[in-house]
């Protein structure tokens, strides 16, 4: 059953009113983006974590310094072993709880109505059923929501600010990683004895479903694995930044 936080006023969302946070954050630690955001937003705060090694990162960060932040996951009932096993792992660690959060349909059900292996033949679809559609219903209890993107991670994430609003959803988004890079995230696990998951050290760098996650070669881009085979590259809960002149003065203006 998914769990489903309420939001608990009517919130307006200005993007203009992010425009100074966003230039003040810039340079600033990931605790102390997340602290702000915790003083901000109080309880219409969440964090949606699917385990990879930046969300790892702001799950630590979170349970060892007590943060009042809501977490949850997207089960898609079709992640690896490996991901549910580090999740009791994170939970026991930090004496944390990250919700389950599900999609309507179970992948039997899903199958029944649509076929067998949607992913194989509408990848598209089968992403927005199990987990766009059950993000929507979560976020929409909320004011904001954070995220573990980094800018590096893709093109489409290359002018994702600190703290920007998610057109997609219709809230605030928080990115405490967003400067980091990929050596930055791996010096704090490895500092910080972090647990993650072992699959990174067995060739999956990005890590997502079973069936629609791959290997990756040496010198392929990191989310290679991801989809392959097909033109898809994001599963739809990322959408491109704002180009508006707010948001390039958020960032010209640091």
Known sequence: ??????????????????????????EAAPLEILKWAADRYGSRL????????????????????????????????????????????????????????????????????????????????????????????????????????RRDQTAARANTLVVEMDAKFGLEKVNPLVRWTKKDTWQHLLRHDVPYNPLHDQGYPSIGCLPCTGRVAAGEDDRAGRWRGTSKTECGLHEPPSTSSEAQEARSTV
């Open 46 to 149: 969440t964090f949606a974590t699917g385990f990879g090694a930046e969300g790892c990162v702001l799950i630590d960060l979170i349970g060892r310094h007590q943060l009042p932040i809501d977490m949850f996951t997207l089960d898609t009932g079709l992640l690896f072993p490996e991901t549910y096993d580090l999740w009791q792992r994170l939970e026991s660690r930090y004496g944390v709880t990250i919700r389950r959060v599900s999609p309507e349909q179970t992948v039997e059900v899903q199958a029944a109505a649509h076929g067998p292996e949607l992913w194989t033949r509408e990848p598209d679809l089968c992403c927005a059923k199990r987990k766009v559609s059950p993000l929507e219903s979560q976020l929409a209890g909320v004011d904001a929501w954070i995220t573990a993107i």
């Open 1 to 26: 059953m998914t769990d489903t936080l309420t939001r608990p006023d009517t919130a307006t969302f200005d993007p203009a009113e992010l425009i100074d946070p966003a230039r003040e954050l810039e």
